[in-house]
């Protein structure tokens, strides 16, 4: 997984004087699994019709291999596309879908046409049958079969004329959850398998984080961070990743030191460094990052105000200072109670500030009236936490 094999750079697609991708920079290894991930509207569509060849970008280059194909037209590159709505031909069966492709007369080097034997067809389809697990339905039609298994078809048949690449534009989303998870198991075998590079796009972070070598963030029309699911879920580099990637509290701090950050007026031990001396940034705490603990040992100290079970594990809900965390634990903390929490340092992660502090989160959302609180003399609830 070495081998750039993709690359867009500096690529900009305005519609009008709309600018819906704005200068992407983006590295597509071999048979890497990178999917793009962002809230509706963001770009994945449009960034995956780019490299599919569907749409030109407004400025900016589009490598495949080293070579700028721009001007290529779809049929032109090695990658298949496989879309939401996968219109297969409800007339043929799953053999003759998968067969469609290789049915076509191809151009040979003399400007003549040239037909696949048919040897060479059934080697191929029965070959993705197997892939596909859909060994034994040859003969079905369309409408006999489930949902997932007519995504396999659609799978079948783009994979069958043997691309390099597969762009997949939420393949999943009209599928149950259910058979969502299967699928995504499915898809990330098939890939495994085949050795094939997979662009995916999803909107859903867990499918994201399951399957990808590689995720993309994106919102609006910029990209946010690259990297792996690990790196994305423990090292988001703004707001917006932290949010959209799983449960965050996101609150205010003011870095004291590397390793020191305060929040609540409290400083907490932390793995982070480089910032400025009292830099404002903001602080992720996961939700299950955090500590229940007698209340006289808790480096913070607050009020639960809801609780809700969830199988695994409670959600509660914990007010300190009228800002309210959500946090994951398994042992039951009634409403009303009070309680204490600690936060190992390798559960703290520190972010510069960035055009989304302060936006995102019900439970998370610290603005400037964390400011008027913590100058003012809590009473009440907060009495007992200060200093
Ligand atoms: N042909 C077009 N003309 C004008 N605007 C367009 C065109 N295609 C896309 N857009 C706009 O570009 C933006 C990005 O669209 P895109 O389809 O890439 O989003 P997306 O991330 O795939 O969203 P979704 O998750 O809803 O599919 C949107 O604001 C959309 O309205
Ligand atoms: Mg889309």
Known sequence: MSKELIRLADCTMAFDEDIVLDKINLRIQ??????????????????LRIIGGF?????????????????????????NTVFQKYALFPHLNVYEN????????????KGGKVKLPEEEIDRRVTEMLEVVNLKGFEKRRITQLSGGQQQ????????????????LDEPLGALDLKLRKDMQNELKRIQ????????????????????????????????????????????????????????????????????????FNRRFQCLDGGFEKDEAVDVVIRPEDVDIVPEDQGQLKGTVTSVTFKGMQYDIIVDFYGFKWLIQTTDL????????????PDGIHVMKKSEY??????????????????????????????E
Do not use: W
């Not at 998968?98 to 080097?109: E, N, Q, S, T």
């Open 30 to 47: 071999d048979k890497e699994f990178l999917t793009l991930l962002g809230p509706s509207g963001c770009g994945k569509t449009t960034t």
């Open 55 to 79: 749409q030109t970008p407004t400025s900016g280059d589009v490598l495949f291999d080293g070579v700028r194909i721009n001007a290529v037209p779809p049929h032109k590159r090695t990658i």
């Open 98 to 109: 998968i067969a469609f492709g290789l049915r076509i007369p191809k151009a040979d080097a």
């Open 152 to 167: 396999r078809v659609a799978i079948a048949r783009a994979l069958v004329n043997q691309p390099k690449v597969l762009l």
């Open 192 to 263: 495994k398998a085949m050795e094939i590079t997979f662009v995916y796009v999803t909107h859903d972070q867990e499918e994201a984080l399951a399957m990808s070598d590689t995720v993309v963030v994106m919102d609006a029309g910029r990209i946010q961070q690259i990297g792996s699911p690990e790196d994305i879920y423990n090292e988001p580099q703004n707001a917006f990743v932290a949010d959209f990637i799983g449960e965050s509290n996101i609150i205010d701090g003011i870095m004291r030191a590397d390793g020191v950050v305060e929040i």
């Open 333 to 344: 903390s009634p409403v009303g109670s009070r309680i204490g929490i600690k936060i190992d």
């Open 357 to 386: 502090s302060g936006m995102f989160g019900d439970y998370s959302s610290y603005s400037e009236e964390y400011e008027e609180i913590s100058s003012a003399d809590p009473d009440g609830e907060g009495s007992g936490d200060e």
